[in-house]
């Protein structure tokens, strides 16, 4: 089946959520959707099945695979959205992943997530600002980069 017959088939399985984020693995073998009520399912690229399925209890904002393909990133809003969520998830063989709340985030909502490299996120906050931090230690402190407020 071909990756656009495939996509249209992701996108009407999840008419009734309005999607916010999809992404295709690395290896082009999956692809990854995330919605407006907090759900993420990854779907079989090559047969448009549903792979796995998980949620959260807050919408999606944004979903990325890292560049080795083992992990991926979510971003969402917390209802209210006065709280940045960001989480790495980690999956091996049939478990579910284990999320990794990522506190050192900031105050301000995240918008947007992606991996660098296999070991450092940037994302966006509500306040403009663009952040580096490293998933693998959750103590080091995010460096600003920017900040995209006129």
């Known amino acids: 089946m071909c990756?656009?017959?495939c996509m249209c088939m992701c996108m009407c399985m999840c008419m009734c959520n309005p999607l916010s984020s999809v992404t295709f693995s690395p290896d082009d073998n999956y692809i990854v959707?995330?919605?407006s009520q907090g759900n993420i399912i990854m779907w079989d690229a090559k047969s448009g099945s549903q792979h796995k399925a998980w949620k959260l209890d807050a919408p999606i904002s944004n979903v990325a695979f890292s560049p080795n393909?083992?992990?991926?990133?979510?971003?969402?809003t917390i209802r209210g959205g006065s709280t940045a969520g960001i989480y790495v998830w980690?999956?091996?063989?049939?478990?579910?992943?284990a999320p990794i709340p990522m506190d050192h985030v900031?105050?301000?909502?995240?918008?947007?997530?992606?991996f660098l490299n296999d070991s450092h996120l940037?994302?966006?906050?509500?306040?403009?600002?663009?952040?580096?931090?490293?998933m693998n230690n959750s103590e080091s402190t995010p460096t600003q980069i920017a900040n995209l407020v006129w």
């Open 3 to 5: 990756m656009c017959m």
């Open 33 to 35: 959707s995330g919605d």
């Open 69 to 76: 393909g083992q992990e991926l990133v979510i971003s969402s």
């Open 90 to 97: 980690t999956w091996a063989g049939d478990e579910p992943p």
């Open 106 to 114: 900031g105050s301000a909502a995240a918008s947007a997530a992606t």
């Open 122 to 134: 940037v994302w966006g906050d509500s306040e403009g600002n663009i952040l580096v931090g490293n």
